[in-house]
Every structure is written in C-alpha cells, then in structure tokens.
C-alpha cells in the first residue's frame, strides 16, 4: 500500500475539511473531493509530488440551496459522468453529541434530531471544458427531494424518521452509469440486506431535477454492513462497505457486476477486492476513487494524527485491487 497526500489551503484547514473527507472522485484533470460539514467541493490538481492548487467552489453559487449558502450540505458522494459533476447530500436526519459529562445533559441532548434541509440535495453541474470549473446546474431538493419519494416505499418510509446514525435512511455513495443514477445507503440494513437505489433525473425545467421513472431498489448481501461509497469501475461498481452504526470496522471494497443483477444481490454475487484497514476511534474509510492506472485511493474520515502532514495536508492510501 502506498501513501499520496492531499494539500489543503488554510481556509479547508481551519473548516477542518481535510479531517472530514465524505466524497472522492478523480478525473483526468485531478481529484474532486467533499467533506460533509461545508456545502462546497474542492478540485485539487497533481503537482508531482502531492495534489494540490485547490480550488473551492460553493454549490450555492450554481443551484439554489433549499437553506442557503452557509449551511452545510453533508454531501457524501461525488460523481463525475458525460461533463458533469453529480454531488449528493446524506439525505439523513442527525441527531446531537453528547459534549456534556452531566447525565441530564446528556439525555436532554440524546433526544434532540434536527433536520437540516441542504442535505435533501442531489446536484448536477455541467464543468466548462476549457476551465473544469462547474457552470450553473440543476437540483433535485425541497418537495421533490429524494427522501419525499420514499414516503410511502415499504421497506424504507419505517427509517425516515430515524437519524442516519440510528440505521435511518443516509445516503452515503452515488455512480453515475449511462443515464442510471445509483445512490448507495449506508443505512437502513434490513436483517443484514444493504440497499442501492437507482434513479433516473431529468431537468424538467431550468436548474431544476425530476424522477422521470420510479425508482428502483437493489438489496445487496453485505454480511450487515451499509454501503460507505460506490466507484465506477467499467460496467461494474465497486461499494465501499462498512458499518451503518457509528462503529470502527470491518470495512472492505467489492466488486459488484450491476449490469447483470437483480433486485436481490446474494452475497456469492459480490466479490471481495480488498480488506481495509482502520483504526480505533480514527482512520475510518468513507470515500474511494479510481486513478487511471487502476488502482483505487481511499480516503479517510477522523485521520489519525499520523495522517497529517506538516504541510496541513492528509495521507490517502492508494491499493491495487
């Protein structure tokens, strides 16, 4: 396993971004990345030695964020697909930390779930050939928003009202293939079944995202993990699986052959690339990118200290699968 590191500027280093990376994507021009407590996604270019340059871009400055430019958007996976740019938010209610030894506190605060509207977004941005920089796009978000669609779905309406920690619904991976939009969840877990919903959006009108079709749901024998992230790897997918409840491991990649599966995808189905590490409290695996010559990067949500570098930079592992 090789290292590469990700260099920051001060001001993702002072939002702490590069500690909270959610989404990764390459292209040939670099890597697109998000952290899930800004609602911006950073581009940084290969110097030779490190990736770099970052450039910032606010997603209010391309759709209208359904609770303006400051609030965080939790975006959790990025793709990039026929000249556009796709971000999605968790979808997910949260619910608060406990940051107080004092026991009434502490319940009081367990008890309290906020939803946060910007993160009921899945964005589409066209990138200007000349620059890579995004143009204005179109959203899926407000009534129309993913989770809305899903009020009434047997299996997932149950987990709508729970906090995405607590197994509820939390959108944590997209692939883009052809006109098919995959969202991996990490939660619900149904006895073990993670779930990938397949759309189909369409601008129906000016900056603004439609379903054109139902949606379709795929359930996938991950041995009780929830999907972390999905990467396009020719025809296939590659998930990212790792615990949907905020536990450490085990996590691993595999190998999901889409263009031949069903709606029930047994485990004898999905093969198994790579085992990965992670640490106690830290070094929790959350986005992963296929580089061009194969090999996939990973990058890590809480780094340990041994992952950051003096240059306000973060180590990303780079495996051969």
Excluded at 66 to 89: C, F, K, S
Aim: proline share 8%; charged share 25%.
């Amino acid at each position: 396993m090789e290292q590469v590191e990700l260099r920051f500027d001060p001001a993702s280093q002072a939002s702490e971004t590069h500690t909270n990376l959610s989404a990764l994507r390459h292209d040939g021009t670099g890597l697109w990345v998000a952290g899930d407590e800004t609602a911006t996604i950073e581009h940084l270019a290969w110097s030779g030695a490190h990736y770099g340059g970052q450039r910032t871009f606010r997603l209010a400055d391309y759709v209208p964020l359904p609770a303006g430019p400051e609030d965080e958007a939790d975006i959790e996976g990025l793709a990039r697909a026929d000249g556009h740019l796709w971000a999605v938010g968790s979808h997910s209610l949260k619910r608060r930390r406990v940051k107080s030894k004092d026991p009434a506190k502490a319940v009081k605060r367990l008890a309290s779930v906020i939803r946060e509207e910007n993160r009921f977004v899945l964005v589409r941005l066209p990138l200007d050939p000349a620059t890579n920089a995004p143009l204005p796009g179109a959203i899926l978000s407000g009534r129309h928003n993913l989770a809305a669609h899903l009020e009434d779905d047997p299996h997932l309406a149950p987990f709508l009202a729970l906090p995405g920690k607590d197994n509820g619904l939390d959108v944590e991976g997209i692939a883009v293939l052809d006109e098919r939009v995959y969202l991996g969840l990490r939660g619900p877990v149904l006895r073990g079944w993670a779930v990938v919903l397949e759309i189909s959006p369409v601008e129906t009108e000016p900056g603004r995202l439609r379903l054109s079709a139902p949606y379709r749901k795929h359930f996938l024998n991950l041995g009780g993990l929830g999907v972390r992230d999905l990467c396009p790897y020719g025809r296939d997918v590659l998930l990212l699986a790792g615990p949907t409840m905020d536990l450490d491991g085990p996590v691993r990649v595999l190998r999901w052959r889409v263009h031949r599966a069903g709606d029930v995808v047994p485990a004898e189905e999905l093969e198994t690339v790579a085992e990965l590490p992670y640490g106690i409290g830290c070094d929790h695996p959350e986005g992963m990118a296929l580089l061009p010559d194969g090999r996939l990067m990973i990058v890590y949500d809480s780094p340990s200290p041994e992952r950051i570098t003096p240059a306000g930079g973060v180590l990303a592992d780079v495996i051969t699968i």
